[in-house]
């Protein structure tokens, strides 16, 4: 159903680390670097242990700005009836350290394919839950639908 491509709007690139005898340092984001105006509203960090995923889901407002620490395998699926990709899945086997921007509308997966806990950290554009978690979340999951399209590989 879906088939391989790229997927207008979803940015990856590798987060630089700065060493020194202490250990090493990674700026996650800076103001005067962030893409189409995406503003960050809250943070959190999540620890995915070997062999466990999580989603897949998708938000119909949300962008998440993921911040991978470890090994993963990223799933994208564009759910986006209006888009140029509209229909295309990504498979991203993620690097020690990558930085990803999912848009609204995109189904997403992530795996931890490494042998030990790994870290996920995520800056999305909105709260979760909305302004004192009194709103509805905007999540569409998928995880528990034995009919869904969107199959994380075992």
Same mark, same amino acid.
């Given at each position: ?72 395998? /990223?799933?994208?699926? +564009?759910?986006?009836? *209006? ?5 295309? #899945? ?5 690097? !020690? ?23 996920? /950290?995520?800056?999305? +554009?909105?709260?979760? *839950? ?5 709103? #509805? ?5 998928? !995880? ?11």
């Amino acid at each position: 159903m879906f088939r391989e491509g790229e997927i207008e709007g979803v940015v990856i690139k590798e987060f630089m680390a700065y060493s020194d005898s202490r250990g090493w340092l990674s700026e996650l984001f800076r103001q005067d670097e962030l893409l189409g105006g995406f503003e960050p509203q809250m943070g959190y960090l999540s620890v995915t242990y070997p062999n466990v995923t999580r989603g897949p889901h998708e938000h119909t407002e949300q962008a998440d700005y993921f911040c991978f620490l470890g090994n993963f395998k /990223l799933y994208l699926w +564009d759910n986006r009836k *209006a888009s140029p990709t509209y229909m295309n #899945k990504k498979i991203i086997q993620t690097a !020690e350290r990558l930085i990803v921007i999912v848009p609204p509308g995109i189904v997403h997966a992530y795996k931890n394919v490494g042998q030990t806990d790994s870290m996920v /950290l995520n800056f999305p +554009d909105r709260l979760y *839950a909305g302004w004192g978690r009194k709103d #509805k979340v905007d999540e569409v999951r998928y !995880e528990n639908d034995p009919e869904s399209p969107f199959k994380v590989e075992e």
